[in-house]
């Protein structure tokens, strides 16, 4: 497996190398040795997946109380996949990294706590598979707005046409107006 560094230090893309051959393909997605060698210890608790048509923008997704480390990696489809820097105490504190993470490409992303996520899908159907670090508490469930002006992220959208959002995502708070970390 191979690490990228992204702009944001924490944040890593991961790019598993494998095993193609006649009958199809095999590839490890996680290893713990791995992971504790050139990202950080960890445990995954929990494993969450979803499946979203295409236009759907789903985020920008955090836990204020329990932060949760999340490793992405998509099963089928393409996604436009963002992380964004929500600890006030970070010299990199509201700036976000993007990468298109592809049933093709197979990359994954590696978002530790701190940080919001958020994706845009760009087929027909993806689908998304999110390990965490802490399990899912909706009491610290926070949404950043999605078009944030002061985050301002560049998101691929078909022109004209605003995303699929839930009333969730469509109600998050300004970055001015949102709980983030220290």
């Keep these: 497996m191979k690490v990228i560094d992204t702009e944001l230090p924490e944040v890593k893309i991961l790019e598993p190398e494998p095993f193609i051959d006649h009958r199809g393909f095999f590839m490890k997605i996680f290893n713990e040795k791995f992971f504790e060698e050139y990202i950080a210890p960890l ?3 929990e494993e969450d997946h979803s499946g979203s048509y295409h236009n759907v923008l789903r985020g ?3 836990q204020i109380n329990n932060p949760q480390g999340k490793l992405i990696t998509i099963t ?4 436009f996949d963002v992380a964004v820097d929500l600890r006030k105490s ?3 504190f509201k700036k976000w990294v993007s990468v298109v993470l592809s049933d093709k490409n197979k990359r994954e992303i590696w978002i530790p706590p701190g940080f919001a996520h958020g ?5 027909p159907w ?3 598979v999110y390990r965490t670090t802490e399990f899912y508490t909706p009491q610290n ?3 950043l707005l999605w078009n944030d002006p002061e985050v301002n992220v560049k998101w691929p959208l078909i022109k004209d046409i605003l995303p699929v959002l ?8 300004l970055l001015k107006d949102a709980d983030c970390f220290d």
């Design 141 to 143: 469930d926070r949404t």
């Design 126 to 128: 993806a689908e998304i």
């Design 76 to 79: 089928s489809g393409e996604i």
């Design 43 to 45: 445990k995954f608790v």
């Design 119 to 123: 994706f845009y899908t760009l087929t």
């Design 90 to 92: 970070s010299p990199n």
């Design 60 to 62: 920008l997704h955090y």
């Design 166 to 173: 839930s009333t969730k995502d469509g109600n998050g708070k």
